[in-house]
């Protein structure tokens, strides 16, 4: 049967991979993970909608998210707007973070894919282009204008009770954005494009390991090198990945406490103030009856960080154990942590999108909190130890076990 070999990135087992016919995925025969999958589309219409996407981002930035207006004037709220807020309420971390997750990766992230698919589309495919591609992919994770938009819907809920908004030109653009996006990621056939930038070569005899970017199969021996196809550093694991998960995750949980205890945002409205923390925030929608709003809320900034928190320790402690039980199931949790983390900047980014609106002076006003800062750490602490963590680590205590039971030759 003609394939290839390829090494599964979330257990390490190399094995033979059959060419696969448009529609079908192919999983890793030990942990079940999906190790290519042939989306039957065209590298053409994934770099039309790559492009497409780009040049949606940009009116999506810079054009007004909403409008309010008062007595005392009239608001508009931008991105570029919140990250100014943010700046100019000495909070720079959620200024730094809403500037590169929504504005610069977003932009870089759907320029390089069109730059690399539409070469592709083109014949013109070479090594050159595989840290473009390797870059773009990464930066699926991080690039977040589908989470901006539920910041978007998030605030435009808890404005409505306070203000008439009328909804601008930027949201609509960040809506076909988002779709665009979404589109984008489900055309590209990942395999396809890499192999067109360079074809795998024979599995060599021996010992081998993986590129964990491109899943390329090299000799042990290039360990230390870098890959030949998307120039990521080639090792056999993550350096450090247990020091640096458990440090970020020590993190996490030092920051979750304050993260949930000390207020998000304040808002004042002829003169009377209040303030939400992350869970009075959820009851504050689920009494004003938006019910759906609140289990949106709920979800991303409550029950997601303590997933998050829960199962990276849980991992932790199975590799410090060595522990071989329902290695798929923590594979798999692993993934699921790594997909849904981004999520919990839902209301960090709504934060953002709210306050440049609320700067009416005593009549309506409205500032950053400590809350939000912690809770953005634990977010980002989270997100960077998914990125840490290596799942083979999980699997190697199985592989150390099998071999000590192996008997002994006559």
Request: with cysteine.
């Amino acid at each position: 049967m003609s394939g290839r070999a390829i090494a599964c990135p979330s257990c390490g087992a190399v094995q033979h991979l059959p060419l696969l016919a448009s529609g079908e995925a192919a999983r890793c025969v030990r942990c079940d993970s999906i190790l290519e999958r042939s989306r039957g589309t065209s590298v053409g219409g994934a770099a039309a909608l790559a492009i497409a996407t780009f040049v949606l981002l940009i009116p999506a930035n810079l054009l007004p998210l909403y409008r309010v207006e008062l007595l005392a004037g009239s608001r508009a709220s931008h991105v570029t707007s919140g990250v100014h807020a943010f700046w100019a309420q000495h909070w720079p971390l959620p200024a730094i973070a809403m500037l590169v997750f929504v504005l610069i990766l977003p932009l870089l992230r759907f320029a390089l894919l069109g730059l690399v698919l539409g070469a592709v589309h083109l014949g013109r495919a070479s090594p050159r282009l595989g840290p473009s591609f390797r870059v773009a992919q990464t930066l699926g994770v991080w690039a977040m204008p589908e989470v901006m938009l539920l910041g978007i819907y998030v605030a435009y809920g808890r404005l409505t009770a306070l203000f008439d908004l009328k909804v601008g030109e930027g949201a609509l653009f960040m809506a076909a954005a988002t779709v665009g996006a979404l589109l984008t990621r489900a055309a590209i056939d990942e395999a396809t494009v890499w192999r067109a930038i360079m074809p795998e070569p024979a599995v060599p005899a021996g010992p081998t390991l993986s590129c964990q970017a491109c899943l390329l199969v090299l000799p042990l021996a290039a360990s230390g090198g870098d890959c030949p196809r998307c120039n990521a550093r080639l090792e056999p694991r993550k350096t450090n990945s247990l020091a640096l998960t458990t440090a970020l995750i020590g993190t996490g949980l030092v920051l979750y406490l304050p993260a949930n205890l000390l207020p998000m945002a304040l808002t004042i409205k002829l003169a009377t103030a209040s303030s939400y923390t992350v869970f009075g925030g959820v009851i504050e929608l689920a009494d004003a009856g938006l019910w759906g709003l609140a289990a949106l809320v709920f979800t991303a900034s409550f029950a997601i960080p303590l997933l998050k928190l829960t199962g990276m320790v849980w991992l932790l402690w199975s590799v410090h154990t060595g522990s071989t039980r329902a290695l798929k199931l923590k594979t798999r949790l692993h993934h699921a942590i790594h997909e849904i983390g981004r999520w919990s900047m839902v209301d960090v980014l709504a934060i953002g999108t709210f306050v440049p609106l609320m700067q009416f002076d005593q009549l309506a006003n409205a500032q950053a909190m400590p809350g939000m800062v912690a809770f953005l750490g634990v977010v980002i602490a989270t997100m960077f130890s998914t990125h840490s963590f290596d799942t083979r680590l999980l699997w190697d205590a199985l592989d150390r076990r099998s071999s000590t039971m192996r008997p002994l030759p006559a």
